[in-house]
């Protein structure tokens, strides 16, 4: 179970040796407290680790935070620097700073959700999250003792969001910089929205806590929304239409009220996409995010594809691994659920990439040819591939087509008025995942996805089984000609790799047997192997708000009957379907509760009633005059 990033609020972190972690600490490391004045004069509360050991000057590696920097207190240190691999850089003297932003928890002033960055500040006032850093990091380097004048920056989610705007800061000092499932763009890919699509589950767990206000500067948390259901289907189908939870929340979340008033992509939204602004980027860059991200997947792959386009001579890097949100810092990311990764991947990410990263760029140790442009974790066959960009050169962007009879296949149609159809009935969406859950879970994102395959209002297409390998590397893209008697509806296109029958997980998939054998008795297993046949892994999901295929800035109605063009991209892959195996395609109109109920009546849904919501009938066509098909990025 997973409380959305709410494990950096709490700091929920374990010590790999409870008794003597502290004294190790203490007796190499020193914890100071500093009221930082920005140069609009407000102060933001700092945590500083100083290493005792002055033989050598030590550089530091900083993150900001909304989750609170705590423990507070010079005296009590806290048990992430031993409970992680942040150990690491004790081990080589680094000096780690944590902060809390601009309003929140201990700093003063006035907290903005993805503070928009100001390209041409013309005094003290033009604040922003880059000045903020700026600041910040001039106070270090000329007041913290024995440091090497070289700074990192690095965070995970919302801290990747600080990380990106701490690389726009330009300040001399700061040398690498390390954006990890970073919050980059809220309405088309990221956390809050896909697609133009609500993502009520994540929106209002989060923000029914983490947006409540705080007057004053504070080291008390505050509690969220008590759920009187704890069945996540149940709890959201039963509250209605989004206006409910407006309710819910009451009046003093400020950002929900701001995201509820702008139901399009408009200005107020373009200002906080983070790639807006990626030019003339000084620092390194490392590009972190995991494949199975169900949060900020979107902002690793595209922040990368930003600087690349707009900060040509950045040194810019990418790292995509087999990971949910996080992972390869609270996991060691040897699997998912029920599908398997082979290895520790999080472990060998952490020592052979980010580590010899910054000891490159802040101690000069080491070499920066190591690290390729792109690292990127290829499931399927389980092995990390170094590619000289990415998307990588040598992809064949070829379309594979939905015929009659649940079959797919690179030919294109040759029949005339084909389509499947299906019901989509907002008083029974398809839920995303056939177990009731109190909160999302990160499993679903490699789900067995045969209980949806079974429901009458889920198209199946599937190739025949598989003679060779075919591995998938880039951008997906869903081309569908579809025809609704409704005014709008939503589409969920699902990549799945569907498992031959009698397929077993061994100890060669597993780096752990031990785990393995354990994870398999759980589930009822005899014999000495995980059983997975004819499993149906989801490999890549997305979502399409419909009145949005057009144009996200302005929605338009469908014509009831008529045959209209949804196009959409889905999230990067890099997977491969083996031999043996089928590739599957799901088509849906309802992903629930990830993703709000589209009444399938064209209006403003954050303010709709129960009226609104109508069945729809959905038609799919895969004829010769209409050919719907997803795009496969085929790796030659």
Not at 221 to 249: A, H, S, V, W
Not at 364 to 379: D, Y
Request: with cysteine; charged share 25%; aromatic share 14%.
């Amino acid at each position: 179970m997973k409380k959305l990033i709410f494990f950096l609020i709490i700091f929920i972190w374990k010590f790999s040796s409870a008794d003597e972690t502290p004294a190790w600490i203490k007796e190499n490391y020193i914890k100071k407290e500093y009221k930082i004045a920005m140069r609009d004069g407000i102060k933001l509360f700092t945590t500083v680790y100083i290493p005792k050991n002055a033989k050598e000057k030590s550089p530091i590696l900083m993150t900001r935070s909304p989750y609170s920097c705590a423990p507070y207190g010079e005296n009590e240190y806290s048990p992430r620097l031993w409970g992680t691999y942040w150990r690491e850089y004790l081990k080589e003297d680094y000096i780690i700073v944590v902060q809390d932003v601009r309003g929140r928890w201990m700093s003063e002033g006035e907290f903005v959700d993805v503070r928009p960055h100001i390209e041409n500040k013309k005094s003290k006032k033009d604040i922003d999250e880059s000045t903020d850093t700026y600041d910040t990091i001039d106070w270090l380097v000329k007041n913290i003792p024995n440091n090497n004048g070289n700074v990192g920056v690095f965070g995970i989610s919302y801290p990747g969001f600080y990380s990106t705007m701490a690389a726009l800061s330009n300040h001399p000092a700061l040398k690498a910089v390390s954006p990890q499932a970073p919050v980059t763009e809220w309405f088309l890919g990221d956390d809050f929205h896909h697609n133009g699509a609500f993502m009520i589950m994540d929106a209002f767990h989060f923000y029914s806590g983490f947006g409540l206000p705080r007057p004053k500067p504070t080291t008390v948390g505050r509690k969220g929304f008590q759920y009187p259901i704890l069945d996540n289907y149940k709890f959201y189908l039963e509250t209605g239409p989004i206006k409910n939870f407006t309710k819910l929340m009451g009046d003093s979340i400020k950002f929900w009220n701001d995201l509820i008033a702008h139901p399009n992509y408009d200005d107020w939204w373009k200002a906080r996409d983070a790639r807006r602004v990626c030019k003339n980027v000084k620092p390194a860059m490392l590009i972190v995010g995991g494949l199975f991200d169900a949060e900020d997947c979107y902002g690793a792959w595209n922040l990368y594809k930003a600087i690349e386009q707009q900060s040509k001579t950045t040194n810019n890097k990418l790292v995509m691994g087999p990971w949910i949100h996080g992972g390869w810092s609270r996991t060691n990311g040897s699997n998912l659920g029920n599908i398997r990764f082979g290895s520790k991947t999080a472990d060998f990410y952490q020592q052979t990439i980010e580590i010899p990263f910054f000891n490159y760029y802040l101690k000069n140790k080491g070499s920066a040819e190591q690290i390729a442009e792109a690292s990127v974790f290829v499931t399927g066959i389980n092995e990390w591939r170094k590619f000289g960009s990415w998307p990588p050169n040598g992809v064949d962007n070829k379309p594979i087509y939905l015929h009659d009879k649940n079959k797919l296949s690179f030919s294109a149609p040759e029949t005339s008025n084909s389509y499947s159809q299906y019901t989509s009935d907002p008083a029974k969406p398809v839920p995303y995942t056939d177990q009731p859950h109190q909160y999302r879970t990160n499993e679903y994102m490699t789900d067995d996805q045969r209980f949806a395959a079974q429901r009458p209002d889920v198209l199946v297409f599937e190739t025949e089984v598989l003679k060779e390998n075919m591995t998938l590397a880039g951008v997906l893209t869903a081309n569908l000609k579809v025809a609704i008697s409704s005014t709008d509806a939503d589409f969920v296109v699902k990549v799945i790799d569907v498992f031959p029958a009698n397929f077993k997980y061994d100890s060669s998939y597993c780096c752990d047997a031990a785990e393995l054998t354990q994870h398999w008795r759980q589930q009822g297993g005899k014999g000495g192997n995980y059983l997975m046949d004819n499993y149906q892994m989801l490999v890549r999901g997305e979502i399409m708000r419909g009145k949005f295929r057009n144009s996200f800035e302005k929605p338009e109605a469908f014509k009831p009957g008529e045959v209209t063009t949804v196009k959409f991209d889905l999230p990067d892959i890099a997977h491969t379907f083996q031999a043996g195996h089928k590739l599957m395609i799901q088509i849906q109109s309802s992903w629930f509760p990830i993703a709000d109920r589209n009444p399938q009546t064209f209006c403003d849904i954050y303010h709709c009633d129960e009226k609104d919501f109508v069945k729809s009938d959905i038609k799919v066509y895969h004829d010769k005059q209409n050919a719907s098909s997803i795009t496969l990025p085929i790796l030659k």
